[in-house]
């Protein structure tokens, strides 16, 4: 079931609170407004510059680097 606006906001800000903390949070939301910033533009412009080889072995090892511990849970 899809999320609520409020829901994914909700979300969203305790992902980056948890990952940032609440100053790194605030000043990700900063830049994001003041650059303007478009992901899909961004992630096209990064995936492009990529071959499928470069982006599988990246993929591996962030595997390697972060392995799954535990149970897969829905926050």
Known sequence: ???TNA???SFGM???TDYLGVIEA???IS??????FDYTKWQREYFD??????IS????AY???????GNAQRI
């Open 1 to 3: 079931m899809d999320k």
């Open 7 to 9: 829901e994914l906001l």
């Open 14 to 16: 305790k992902c980056l």
């Open 26 to 28: 605030e000043r990700f």
């Open 31 to 36: 830049i994001i407004i003041r650059e303007r």
């Open 49 to 54: 510059k990529k071959t499928p080889e470069m």
């Open 57 to 60: 072995q990246e993929a591996e």
């Open 63 to 69: 595997e390697v680097a972060h392995p799954f511990e």
